[in-house]
């Protein structure tokens, strides 16, 4: 199968630095894609063949907008044109084409796996989305997306950025400085998440006017949280009161987005996680959303996956029980 591009300057963008681009189409899919000018020659099984067309030609389309293209937009469509599945039944259960999209005035957002694509689809439709899973697979940044989508429509009058800070006790006394520089360290990421999305001058004006918000979780009891979109980050590490405290914040007009990795919790041995909790709790509650993300849907490097599924598998091998024959004969070689 031979593709041509019209745009030579496109069509080398499309190929990569030194064609990486092509490499991991030909990685993730098992084909061969060989570049001559503006041409890519692929070969392997069909099926293989018609998925990296896809890919190329929406990457391709990509660029021709006038977007920019990462290895994450690159990965993004391998993943899509995965779940769309074969030539054979490439109309996917849902109809859709192509993944859900958030719309910013700095940059397009788009989701680049399924396990994304639902995530976007539950901020749209609930007033309580729960994003839980591992490191890497966009929780906070899209938690802030939407906010931000949601604050430049005028929907919402304020965002307000929370987390747990140092531990579920948020004991900030011994840190240097005054509140605001205590907590920026533990906040820092969605600092970055709220630059990388919105114009750094805009940013910095809506934190002095109060319309941007960032505090840690304590600062939420007793208020009433209206015409806002409200986030709590790393929310494995809020106690149970403090998320029953935080939920209860909700007020009119107001969307509320939680997200955490259960894995990583950091609070002492034997205090439940808030968010474990909530999310049995609420798991049929009306108007709430759920999305647990899995290591299918990291998108930060492709090692980091890896090592998700490494340390799950450690995990589910340790909580396994040894078998009886084991049992016995470590117990007669602890007697002897």
Request: glycine share 10%.
């Amino acid at each position: 199968m031979v593709l041509a591009f019209d745009d030579n300057r496109l069509a080398l963008a499309l190929f990569g630095q030194y064609g990486q681009n092509l490499a991991l189409i030909e990685r993730r899919l098992g084909v061969t894609a060989d570049s001559r000018g503006n041409h890519v020659t692929l070969g392997g099984p069909r099926d293989a063949c018609e998925q990296a067309r896809r890919v190329l030609e929406t990457l391709y389309e990509h660029l021709s907008q006038g977007h920019d293209l990462g290895q994450g937009d690159v990965e993004g469509a391998i993943r899509l044109a995965i779940a769309q599945g074969s030539l054979f039944d490439y109309a996917d259960a849902s109809g859709r084409a192509s993944f859900e999209e958030i719309n910013l005035r700095k940059r397009l957002v788009r989701a680049r796996t399924p396990g994304q694509d639902a995530y976007i689809r539950a901020l749209r439709r609930h007033a309580l989305v729960f994003g839980a899973g591992p490191a890497g697979t966009g929780k906070t940044w899209l938690a802030v997306a939407q906010a931000v989508a949601l604050f430049e429509r005028k929907e919402v009058d304020r965002i307000i950025l929370s987390r747990p800070a140092v531990e579920a006790g948020e004991r900030l006394g011994f840190l240097p400085g005054d509140m605001r520089e205590k907590v920026d360290p533990y906040l820092r990421p969605i600092y970055d998440a709220l630059f990388d999305l919105m114009d750094a001058r805009i940013v910095e004006r809506a934190l002095q006017t109060g319309e941007i918000e960032i505090a840690p979780l304590a600062f939420m009891r007793g208020r009433t949280l209206a015409n806002a979109a409200v986030i709590l980050d790393e929310a494995q590490n809020t106690t149970s009161m403090q998320m029953k405290m935080f939920l209860t914040r909700l007020g009119e007009n107001a969307r509320m987005i939680v997200t955490g990795d259960p894995s990583q919790v950091d609070l002492p041995p034997g205090q439940t996680s808030g968010l474990s909790e909530a999310l049995r709790l609420l798991a049929d509650v009306e108007g709430v959303g759920t999305v647990t993300f899995s290591n299918e849907d990291v998108v930060r490097h492709e090692l980091v996956a890896r090592i998700v599924a490494a340390y799950d598998r450690a995990g589910a091998s340790a909580e396994r029980p040894a078998p009886s024959g084991e049992r016995g004969n470590r117990k007669r070689e602890g007697g002897a």
